[in-house]
């Protein structure tokens, strides 16, 4: 067990110690917490990283005393978590990572999302969902959750019709053009990001392949407000809360974001592409 792992495992049984000192179910302290009771579970089983949030309203509903609160508190500042394996995160399932994000998404008011390989997940319809997790689950061997991580997905939707939320989205034109699913699901899939741009609290863009870049599209990222950056790669997910990285981010998507286009000339990339799939499939 790494020490990511080992120090998430530990946290876990003393918060579940604290729970069961204080005579609560899982389902009760979730209950008082307003969560889900899958989240009580997955935090006390090393499945999900606490937050700092997590542990004072998780102290709070246990009685916790002060001194102990900041003992939690530090422990849960000292994970190693800004290389958080994707093997350890796999383990517990493709559906336990999706409540994972869905919880960080719950504290966001304003989303930023850069990504240069996929349809972002917020805006993938099922099918074309089902495809991405197909594909993870081979990659990475995860426990076949795949319609339990798409029900997650497609509710971690609901919030984009959260007015007081604002998203904003940019992502390559040659995203809406890999092939990452069969012709009918892709243009059931671009379809979808046509209604997209229609939110009125959703900013779309996207960078038309004869737009000059700012910088070579390495790698995605998520912005969580101004608290942190979440970078996914092959094998580790990076979590960033240093100010300089942060920063770092946000001018980077500003860059991305002017070269981009947005309302009608993004749906006229996005027909343009459909157009060309039309035409592939009568070949």
Avoid: C
């Amino acid at each position: 067990m790494g020490g990511f792992q080992q120090a998430r495992t530990e946290l876990g049984a003393r918060l579940r110690h604290l729970r069961e000192t204080a005579h609560l179910s899982g389902k009760e302290l979730a209950e008082r917490l307003s969560w889900q009771a899958s989240k009580v579970s997955r935090i006390e089983n090393a499945r999900q990283t606490v937050t700092e949030d997590d542990i004072v309203q998780w102290a709070r509903a246990t009685d916790a005393s002060p001194e102990v609160v900041e003992e939690l508190v530090e422990q849960v500042l000292g994970l190693p978590d800004r290389q958080d394996s994707w093997r350890q995160r796999h383990r517990g399932g493709l559906a336990a990572l999706q409540e994972d994000v869905l919880d960080m998404e719950a504290r966001t008011t304003l989303l930023r999302v850069f990504e240069p390989g996929v349809v972002i997940g917020l805006l993938q319809t099922t099918e074309y969902a089902r495809s991405i997790f197909t594909r993870i689950k081979r990659l990475y061997r995860s426990p076949d959750e795949i319609d339990a991580a798409i029900r997650v997905r497609m509710r971690r939707q609901d919030i984009l019709y959260d007015q007081s939320r604002r998203f904003r989205f940019v992502l390559p034109e040659a995203v809406l053009r890999y092939r990452l699913a069969p012709l009918d699901v892709m243009r059931g899939q671009l379809d979808r990001l046509l209604a997209v741009t229609a939110l009125p609290n959703v900013e779309f863009g996207v960078i038309p392949f004869e737009a000059p870049l700012p910088s070579a599209p390495l790698n995605g990222f998520w912005m969580y407000d101004d608290a942190h950056v979440t970078v996914p790669t092959r094998t580790r997910d990076l979590l960033l809360r240093d100010p300089d990285d942060v920063a770092f981010y946000a001018r980077t998507f500003e860059e991305l974001y002017e070269v981009a286009v947005f309302g009608e000339d993004a749906r006229s990339v996005i027909v343009r592409v459909l157009n060309d799939f039309s035409g592939q499939s009568r070949d």
